[in-house]
């Protein structure tokens, strides 16, 4: 599952692959901006039929956080 989440996270921002790992903070990767939460928002809706707020996104200092989230 977290593969699958470092994947979506990769494509919404823009990366490629392998560039993301689960401890990496958030705040270090450049493409980490409003576009890009709001796009992890949508995702999370369509792929995981959960709603993400914009508290629980401001909560995530690493990759791993959004992992954790969405397993």
Do not use: H, Y
């Amino acid at each position: 599952m977290e593969r699958k989440v470092i994947e979506m996270l990769e494509e919404i921002l823009e990366l490629d692959e392998g560039e993301l790992t689960p401890d990496m903070e958030l705040s270090e990767v450049e493409e980490w901006d409003s576009i890009a939460k709001l796009a992890l928002m949508a995702e999370v809706k369509k792929n995981w039929s959960r709603n993400l707020t914009v508290e629980k996104i401001k909560e995530f200092q690493t990759v791993k956080d959004i992992c954790d989230f969405l397993e």
